[in-house]
């Protein structure tokens, strides 16, 4: 799943700018693929994302931004469980509830 996230922001990048981006990045470099990142998710999946030390590479702000949006997938599919198992409860199916709140 990130693999291809990632590879849409990249070519978004290099449709916006015109090309892809340099092994070190240039600030304007990280905005933009922060920038595109974000853009690519629905308004209530947007997280914050971690600030990008200067001169990173792009391997390192691929691993900082897969860092951030792996844990906001998994906080989205925490919360989908929990609702899940809470309909469960409401229905009177007990074992189905169980196994949402075990997820």
């Known amino acids: 799943r990130w693999r291809e996230h990632w590879s849409s922001v990249i070519e978004a990048f290099e449709s916006e700018s015109g090309d892809r981006p340099s092994e070190t990045l240039e ?3 990280q905005a933009l693929l922060v920038k595109l990142l974000s853009s690519s998710e629905p308004p209530r999946k947007k997280r914050r994302v971690p600030r990008a030390p200067a001169g990173e590479t792009l391997e390192a702000c ?9 844990k906001a997938w998994a906080v989205e599919a925490s919360e989908q469980a ?5 309909e469960m409860e409401r229905a009177g199916n007990w074992d189905l509830a169980r196994e949402r709140y075990a997820e």
């Open 82 to 86: 929990l609702l899940s198992a809470g």
């Open 27 to 29: 600030p304007w470099e």
């Open 62 to 70: 691929e691993q900082r931004l897969r860092r951030a949006v792996t």
